[in-house]
């Protein structure tokens, strides 16, 4: 595993999407592609032999890629390590880090180079300040509620929802819903998971250390299998993967215009779901939960679902339009620099989506007489609905206004556009976690009960994990993948792609400035309000899903 992975980041080095690297003479027909089911959940995943590019340029990239896909000549190397993987030998050891041992420095002695780079800059990860960073700008940005309890309003992140799910012997439940007042200052935690009765911590209590580390790494369990792995992975971007390969012709302009955005993930989610998902690989041995818990996290997914999926059907229900997104929880009082910058990213991404759409569909009708078109919106918009804690908002069932042609064409718009920002920012948020467990005093995948970091074997396990997410993919900023537009039948007065893509690097660029200098005069600003905001910063997002 070690030296393959070496193998992997050293001849699949991709920094920017050319013609050598995104090829389209190598888009296939569409037809039903060959699937396997997902342990425990009800996702099917293509194989990775269905995957028609190549996260490299170098012959001997190409012989690993075949071999660790099981074909080739060497294929049945491949083969046997992503199949029989879950037949190695596995036991929990609960070897504990001594006062004077560093647990970033055990990680990073575990695999070195092959460790993701860290942009992310922590200096305070343990005080009640670093807990509101966490919270309102780090890993649980896009987690934060409003609640109101006794006439009093707090914003409210909530892991008690995997509090009951059963874990391996030896090891502590999950929990905690963390509570702030309106300037952000920690209230308290209230913990389901640490007996039959809800416990509740305060600032100043003797289990308030204990408090927050059961908080942080619960909720880096929750943001990595639910919203990253499942969510991102699995649901968004391998249905999205499924309906294009099935039902838009090589030349089909949406299938084009896909193509930076699916760049690879057929095999990253293959790998994902053989390497990650089976039944003892990878995230059975990283977390506490036993196999029926890990099933059950998955299931449960659906229900605790972020992203816009979260919006109740009494107030529209959940919506593809991030904009409508944010204002909804705007008017609730939930106004972030995290939701700031990604309306601006949003919009950017809309705009370049909205200018496609225009270009290569004159009218709406246009939109509604291609049937091919609507084939893939249908597939598509039919599978979302695993990740819906709710009956479907009226964006998703197209059913219902297909006669709405005006509608339709808005709708499209959309689908591309939450898409995009699925792949990149949300999949940035949920899943560049490095910086967090990197350190298992800061989040711990498990731990033993009242301990205050993780084992010597949590951050082995935690630091392979980051390990298979270090392959370099293509940036949404400095390539230029415009020669994959086809031309268009007939004359327009819409700008082309090309002018629309030039646009679009623009207006990237101009959030990168904004967000860079939001950066720099950070600590200018006053509390709350006085931390660096990264994720939606494009020279940090890439443009389709890594491990």
């Known amino acids: 595993v070690y030296f393959g992975f070496q193998f992997e980041i050293y001849f699949h080095s991709l920094p920017s999407i050319d013609p050598k690297s995104l090829r389209v003479e190598y888009l296939r027909d569409p037809k039903p592609l060959k699937k396997f089911l997902c342990d425990f959940t009800n996702v099917y995943v293509p194989y ?5 590019q190549e996260n490299t340029v170098s012959i001997i990239g190409k012989l690993i890629n075949d071999t660790m896909n099981g074909q080739g000549p060497l294929g049945f190397i491949g083969h046997l390590g992503k199949n029989y993987i879950y037949a190695l030998p596995f036991s929990d050891h609960f070897d ?36 509101t960073r966490f919270c309102k700008d780090g890993l649980g940005a896009h987690r934060v509620e409003l609640a109101v309890e006794d006439g009093v309003k707090y914003y409210v992140l909530r892991t008690n929802a995997i509090a009951s799910l059963p874990v391996r012997d030896g090891f502590a439940n999950y929990g905690g819903d963390a509570y702030f007042g309106m300037n952000w200052n920690p209230v308290k935690i209230v913990d389901a998971g640490l007996g039959k009765s809800l416990v509740t911590t305060r600032p100043g209590d003797a289990g308030w250390a204990e408090a927050k580390f059961r908080f942080r790494s619960s909720m880096s369990v929750i943001v990595t299998v639910c919203d990253h792995l499942y969510g991102i992975h699995l649901v968004v971007a391998n249905y999205m993967a499924i309906a294009s390969r099935e039902h838009l012709p090589t030349s089909h302009p949406i299938r084009r215009f896909l193509m930076p955005f699916l760049f690879n993930t057929i095999v990253v989610n293959d790998n994902a779901a053989t390497n990650l998902c089976r039944r003892k690989t990878l995230a059975y041995r990283c977390f506490a939960l036993t196999e029926s818990g890990l099933e059950q996290a998955y299931r449960a997914s659906p229900f605790i679902a972020k992203f816009g999926s979260d919006r109740p059907q009494e107030e529209g229900g959940p919506c593809l339009d991030y904009e409508e997104y944010v204002d909804w929880l705007k008017q609730q009082g939930i106004d972030t620099e995290y939701f700031r910058q ?55 069932d197209m059913e219902s206004y297909k006669l709405d042609q005006v509608r339709v064409k808005k709708t499209i718009t959309h689908i591309l556009a939450h898409f995009v920002m699925t792949v990149t920012a949300h999949h940035e948020q949920a899943g560049a976690v490095e910086v967090y467990v990197q350190d298992v005093s800061f989040c711990a995948f498990k731990w033993t009960p009242g301990k205050l970091m993780g084992t010597k074997q949590t951050a082995t396990s935690q630091s392979m994990l980051m390990m298979m997410t270090a392959t370099p993919f293509p940036k949404i900023l400095g390539s230029d993948w415009t020669y994959v537009f086809p ?37 200018t600003r006053s509390f709350p309000d006085n931390n660096p905001m990264y994720v939606f910063d494009p020279v940090n997002l890439e443009t389709s899903i890594s491990v």
């Open 48 to 52: 990775s032999m269905e995957n028609e």
């Open 96 to 131: 504990e880090f001594q006062a004077d041992e560093d647990p970033v420095e055990f990680c990073m002695r575990q695999v070195g180079n092959m460790y993701p780079p860290i942009y992310q800059e922590w200096p305070d990860k343990q005080s009640d300040v670093a807990l």
């Open 342 to 396: 990604g309306r601006k990213y949003w919009q950017i991404v809309k705009k370049f989506c909205q200018g496609i759409v225009d270009f290569y569909y004159d009218t709406p009708q246009d939109c509604t007489s291609d049937e091919k078109l609507m084939l893939w919106a249908d597939s598509y918009l039919s599978h979302i609905k695993h990740f819906s804690n709710a009956p479907l908002g009226g964006d998703h």
């Open 487 to 523: 031309e268009k039948n007939g004359a327009s007065q819409k700008a082309t792609p090309k002018q629309v893509f030039a646009q679009f690097q623009q207006d990237l660029s101009t959030l990168h400035a904004d967000v860079e200098d939001y950066n720099k005069t950070c600590h």
